[in-house]
């Protein structure tokens, strides 16, 4: 097994402070490796960047048809949003439509990371509740399909009927099986793939369009329910989504806890993985970013990327004290 590489640096004065080390793999639509840093078969939990793998069966099923979803709460049920009201007020007419409320989901409350929302529930006294849940999107997709499967409301059982499509999906279109899991934050299973595997599947979403099928008719729905609605993936000013504004809807890209990060480039045919052996948001974020500028689908000198990426950082005086890079071999090819 190969170990895992240098992605990125932190540099403060002359001394290079820290260095963010892991794995990163681009596929092509057939499935091979075009471009790898690090171990392709290290095996780790995609964690929420998987949320567009989990959501296959919500349309697969029949499910969103049948219970009339728009295409932002396609996006939702691939989000991880911060619980604004812009999020909360989605997820809880989605709930009402089902004839379901709060009590219904199952991925638990804490409290939202949006500042408004967190401000009013403080002044209101109140307790947050499941949907300002970062995941409450994607419980709710999965609650759609076990009405839709007449199913028992633990969906998150990992032998519900639900958590069984959603494996199979998994395996499916990563081309890996036997899958491991633990249980992610939210209650549900996250299904261990190697780097190699989820970069395979995101590609499979970024080749959709040259397929026929339910399948790849689901994939290209979800891909461009992303891309229409990056609000509602993550929030403004999360990376996320701003980094698929800033890429201009040729990108669908997603984090996930504890390092991870995948984008789906459908105008290239190419997904790619990554993951950060410490677990750092500053080492996915700008890992991402790096690669993304290597691919071409974001301009290095966007304010965006210059935030994430080889740009500087200040202390709390707005003094520039050191600056964040990719490592050597990450953007020049």
């Known amino acids: 097994m190969a170990a895992a590489v240098d992605l990125v640096e932190v540099w403060r004065g002359h001394i290079r402070e820290c260095v963010h080390q892991g794995h990163a793999v ?32 919500l349309i697969e099923s029949g499910a969103a048809d049948a219970f009339g979803l728009r295409t932002d709460q396609l996006a939702l049920a691939c989000a991880s949003h911060l619980g604004a009201a812009y999020h909360t007020a989605r997820v809880a007419n989605w709930l009402a439509a089902l004839g379901l409320g709060d009590a219904d989901l199952r991925c638990g409350a804490h409290e939202p990371e949006d500042r408004a929302a967190r401000d009013g529930l403080i002044r209101a006294k109140a307790a947050p509740c499941q ?41 499916e279109v990563s081309g890996e099986s036997n899958l491991g899991f633990g249980i992610d934050g939210c209650s549900a299973p996250s ?7 989820m970069a395979r599947a995101m590609a499979h979403f970024a080749t959709a369009q040259d397929r026929s099928g339910a399948r790849a008719r689901a ?23 701003e980094l698929m504004r800033a890429c201009g809807g040729r990108a669908a890209i997603k984090g996930g806890a504890d390092g991870y990060y995948v984008a789906i ?32 689908v974001l301009a290095a000198d966007h304010p965006v990327a210059r935030r994430l990426i080889n ?20 953007i020049a090819a």
């Open 26 to 57: 681009i596929c092509d639509g057939s499935g091979q490796i075009v471009d790898a840093w690090g171990d392709p078969g290290a095996v780790a939990y995609p964690r929420s960047s998987a949320k567009i793998l989990q959501a296959l069966p």
């Open 131 to 171: 949907m300002h849940n970062n995941c409450s999107g994607k419980h709710s997709g999965f609650l759609t399909l076990t009405r839709h499967l007449q199913a028992g409301p633990e969906y998150i059982d990992p032998a519900h009927p639900v958590q069984m499509a959603v494996r199979a999906a998994v395996e």
């Open 191 to 197: 299904f261990a793939l190697s780097v190699a595997g």
């Open 219 to 241: 994939q290209q729905r979800l891909v461009a329910a992303m891309i229409a609605h990056p609000e509602l993936v993550g929030a403004n000013g999360q990376a996320c989504t």
């Open 265 to 296: 480039i459908p105008d290239l045919r190419i997904g790619l993985a990554l993951k950060i052996a410490d677990g750092a948001a500053r080492g996915r974020e700008g890992a991402v970013a790096a690669l993304l500028i290597r691919l071409g």
């Open 311 to 330: 740009g500087p950082f200040r202390n709390w005086r707005g003094l520039e004290v050191g600056y964040l890079r990719a490592a050597p071999g990450l």
